[in-house]
């Protein structure tokens, strides 16, 4: 994906171009400057993606906050399957 072409608007439609990449970078039948300029994409995709991430979390975190204003954050609770649990 060069940078003169249109870039992903979503967080999944960057998710997804990321995915396409890895699947053409672990074929390996790609030249040298081929895989690097997917490379260099993949590097692009993934940080876009992980700051759409970071977005969420922040908004989320200013959706849950208390009276005060303070946030409310608490673990997720592991849900443990009958068949998954441990002996």
Do not use: W, Y
């Amino acid at each position: 994906m060069k940078n003169n072409q249109e870039q992903p608007k979503t967080f999944e439609a960057s998710l997804e171009a990321l995915e396409a990449i890895v699947h053409q970078l672990e074929g390996g039948d790609l030249p040298l400057e081929k895989s690097l300029e997917l490379f260099e994409d993949g590097i692009r995709l993934s940080r876009q993606c992980q700051e759409r991430l970071s977005q969420a979390e922040r908004r989320i975190e200013v959706l849950l906050r208390d009276n005060q204003g303070r946030p409310l954050v608490s673990p997720f609770e592991k849900v443990i399957s009958d068949d998954n649990s441990a002996d």
